[in-house]
């Protein structure tokens, strides 16, 4: 497996993107060498399912605001209804990314792939009404269902074709 042959700090780099938590990068890390793609994902698992509430919230501050200009390719192919919203819809999801950060002390996470700036909007809404316990576990979930693909855009573009 390609992703073998990089070398700690290089494949620590592509990790962070993946799920913006060093505990959980170091323990992806300590699984090698992955057999295959199944190996590495399921190491992936294993790491998200042995990360504290304490491991969850520090990477939660690690993920940049929705409206925020996105900071990697994997973070431009999942806003794409954002990118393409006017000045205006993105000063409603800056209040509403505000509202959440107050009342949670992290950036809402959200897995945005395919979803519109409406029900981006609505799920914001939804989930400001949660305790912060409850929002950990919902973030979780997101960041997980993130992490998962990106990590199999990364295994996809480091292994190529064949």
């Known amino acids: 497996m390609t992703l073998n042959a990089l070398d700690e700090s290089a494949l620590e780099k592509k990790l962070l993107i993946c799920t913006p938590s060093r505990t959980w990068a170091t323990a992806v890390l300590s699984a090698r060498p992955y057999a295959d793609r199944e190996d590495l994902l399921a190491a992936a698992a294993a790491a998200w399912r042995s ?31 954002l990118v393409a919203s006017s000045a205006g819809r993105l000063t409603l999801l800056r209040q ?39 929002e950990l576990v919902v973030a979780t979930r997101h960041m997980v269902a993130i992490g998962e693909g990106r990590i199999a855009t990364l295994i996809a573009l480091c292994e190529g074709p064949g």
């Open 51 to 81: 990360m504290t509430l304490d491991d969850v919230a520090a990477a939660l501050e690690n993920y940049l605001p929705l409206s925020a200009p996105p900071d990697s390719a994997h973070a431009a192919a999942e806003h794409g209804a």
């Open 96 to 134: 509403r990314e505000s509202r959440y950060r107050a009342r949670f002390g992290f950036p809402v996470v959200i897995a945005a792939k395919g979803l519109t700036l409406d029900s981006i909007l609505a799920e914001i809404d939804r989930r400001v009404t949660n305790d912060r316990a409850d």
